[in-house]
C-alpha cells in the first residue's frame, strides 16, 4: 500500500511544482477571512491527488499495477493514503498561514484553539465528502471518462453550495459562526461526532472504490 502511494507520488512528479502556487493561492483568498483557508486549502490539495488518476491513464499505470504482486485492493488504499497524506498537508498549511492571512483580512476576527479544533474537525467531514462523491466514480471509469461526474460537478456542486452557506450566513447575520460557536462550546462532543461522520463516510468511499475497481477491465 506505501509502495503503491510513492509510485502515485512519483508518477505526479511534474505536477510536483504546481504546489508552490498554493500557498499564494490562499493568501490571496485569505483577503476575506482566515476562517476560509482550511476548507479552501484541503480542497485545493483534494484536488491535486486528482491527478494520480489522470497520469495512472496516461501512463497506462493500471497494466502496470497488474503486474506487481499486489491485490487491486492495495491500488486503492495506496491512493486514498495519498490522498490522505495531502488531506494533511492542506489542514497544516490552512492553519500555518491563519496568522499570516489574518493581518490583512477584511474580517479581523482570529480563531481561537477551540475554534481551530472544530474548523479541522469539519475540514476533515469536508475531506470524506468529497472523496465519497469523487473517487468510486474515478475508479470505476477512469479519469478521461468520469472526470465530468467524478470531479468537476461534485466540485461545481461543492463551490455553489460553500456560496450559498456564506450567503444565507451573511443574510441570517451569523447563523454559520452561531454553529461553529455552539460546537467550540460542546467541544469534545461535537469533534468526535464530526470525525466518526467523516471517518464512517471515508470507509464507505473506500469500499466503494475498491468493489468498483476490481470489476474494471484494463
Not at 509510485?7 to 500557498?23: E, F, G, N, S, T
Not at 470524506?128 to 478521461?144: I, T
Not at 475497481?213 to 484494463?218: A, E, G, L, M, V
Request: charged share 15%; aromatic share 16%.
Amino acid at each position: 500500500m506505501y509502495d503503491i502511494m510513492k509510485l502515485d507520488w512519483h508518477a505526479m512528479k511534474c505536477y510536483h511544482v504546481r504546489l508552490l502556487i498554493i500557498p499564494i493561492y490562499l493568501l490571496l483568498i485569505g483577503w476575506v477571512s482566515p476562517v476560509c483557508l482550511i476548507p479552501l486549502a484541503v480542497f485545493l490539495l483534494f484536488s491535486f491527488s486528482i491527478n494520480s488518476f489522470y497520469v495512472e491513464e496516461k501512463g497506462d499505470l493500471n497494466r502496470f499495477y497488474l503486474t506487481l504482486p499486489i491485490k487491486r485492493s492495495q491500488v486503492v488504499l495506496g491512493r486514498y493514503l495519498l490522498s490522505l497524506t495531502l488531506f494533511a498537508a492542506g489542514e497544516l498549511a490552512g492553519l500555518a498561514l491563519m496568522p499570516l492571512a489574518n493581518l490583512f483580512a477584511l474580517s479581523k476576527w482570529y480563531p481561537d484553539l477551540k475554534w481551530c479544533m472544530v474548523l479541522l474537525s469539519s475540514g476533515f467531514l469536508f475531506y470524506a465528502l468529497l472523496r465519497l462523491s469523487m473517487y468510486p466514480v474515478l475508479f470505476k471509469l477512469g479519469y478521461q471518462k468520469g472526470k465530468i461526474w467524478g470531479f468537476y460537478i461534485p466540485a461545481a456542486l461543492t463551490t455553489l453550495i460553500y456560496i450559498i452557506v456564506l450567503e444565507y450566513d451573511i443574510y441570517t447575520e451569523g447563523f454559520l459562526t452561531n454553529l461553529l460557536s455552539y460546537a467550540s462550546d460542546h467541544l469534545l462532543t461535537a469533534v468526535s461526532m464530526i470525525i466518526g461522520l467523516g471517518a464512517g463516510i471515508l470507509a464507505i468511499s473506500c469500499l466503494l472504490s475498491i468493489k468498483t475497481y476490481s470489476r474494471r477491465d484494463f
